[in-house]
Structures are given as C-alpha cells and as structure tokens.
Nanobody, 119 residues
Framework: QVQLVESGGGLVQFGGSLTLSCAAS????????TGWYRQAPGKQRDMVAT???????NYADSAKGRFTISRDNAKNTVYLQMNSLKPEDTAVYYC?????????????WGQGTQVTVSS
C-alpha cells in the first residue's frame, strides 16, 4: 500500500504564493499520472493540474499561468507551485496518484492540505 502525504498548505494573502508537496511513502514502479485536485466547501472535487509519466502536464483553466506542477522522481514527490493566489483558490488540496501493477490499476489519494487565501 502506498501513502501520499501532502504538506505546504496554509494561510496566505491575496496575490501570495504557496508550494504544495506530495510525498509517496515508497517508490512506485509504474506511475501513470499524478495530480492535484481541490475541493471547496459545498463543491465537488476538481482537477487542478496533472503530470503524466512522459512529463506532459495538464491544467485547469483557473490554474493556467499561475500554477506549476512538477515532480522529483528521486524523492517520490510531486509539487504544486501556486502563484498569484486568489480567495477563490481557497480549498482543501488533494494529491492523487494512479499507478499500474500486474493486472490492476491503483488509485491513491492523500489526506488533503488546507489552502486559505485571504482578500
């Protein structure tokens, strides 16, 4: 079993920056895609950014130009650099990882980290 541990959330002012980290508890042989999702109170969980095994990235429209997803395979860690934060970015941010092992796909979620942006 793999555990994902997020860190880096907190309270930041409008226009500020935060970097979220998501560390896997062990190395994983075949990671297909890793991503960040967020869920605001009373709303569904939405994709923010993903990075695939080939390094290609995908961003929600709300994140384009402000957020950057990256990874450090040696550290089993994925990052989300968030700049120019807005109050509407306030949410719990979750890390997600999908990997493949013989005969199955594995879908892992972290416990979430709170990001609050004050106006």
């Amino acid at each position: 079993q793999v555990q994902l541990v997020e860190s880096g959330g907190g309270l930041v002012q409008f226009g500020g920056s935060l970097t979220l980290s998501c560390a896997a508890s062990r190395s994983i042989e075949e990671i297909l895609i890793t991503g960040w999702y967020r869920q605001a109170p009373g709303k569904q969980r939405d994709m923010v950014a993903t990075i695939s095994s080939d390094g290609s990235t995908n961003y929600a429209d709300s994140a384009k130009g402000r957020f950057t997803i990256s990874r450090d395979n040696a550290k089993n860690t994925v990052y989300l650099q968030m700049n120019s934060l807005k109050p509407e970015d306030t949410a719990v941010y979750y890390c997600n990882l999908i990997s493949r092992s013989p005969g199955r796909l594995n879908n892992y979620w972290g416990q979430g980290t709170q990001v609050t942006v004050s106006s």
